[in-house]
Nanobody, 113 residues
Framework: VQLVESGGGLVQAGGSLRLSCAASGSRFKISPMGWYRQAPGKRRELVATITSGGNTNYADSVKGRFTISRDNAKNTVYLQMNSLKPEDTAVYYC????????WGQGTQVTVSS
């Protein structure tokens, strides 16, 4: 399994970004997917998850602002991030769980105040 994230960048507070994660292999369609993030000096934390059936779960800090979705035909999971805050600044990682966890290389999101 390979996961490749894209869509990070620099944005002002209040702005939006959409992250994408393209997965290789046939396991994508049956696997839960998630987005995690890690800010400097902090532990990696869960942002959002989505099951193969489309059920979603969000960290309290992003509820109402972020939306996770998936396109099984494209083997891709997305994270739409709106109303971004400086505290959202972090490296964002895509995750796939199938027996074990698989991680992408990460994409930097920087929100300026």
């Amino acid at each position: 399994v390979q996961l490749v994230e894209s869509g990070g960048g620099l944005v002002q507070a209040g702005g939006s970004l959409r992250l994408s994660c393209a997965a290789s292999g046939s396991r994508f369609k049956i696997s839960p997917m998630g987005w995690y993030r890690q800010a400097p000096g902090k532990r990696r934390e869960l942002v959002a998850t989505i099951t193969s059936g489309g059920n979603t779960n969000y960290a309290d800090s992003v509820k109402g602002r972020f939306t996770i979705s998936r396109d099984n035909a494209k083997n891709t999971v997305y994270l739409q991030m709106n109303s971004l805050k400086p505290e959202d600044t972090a490296v964002y990682y895509c995750n796939l769980f199938f027996v074990t966890h698989y991680w992408g290389q990460g994409t930097q999101v920087t929100v300026s105040s």
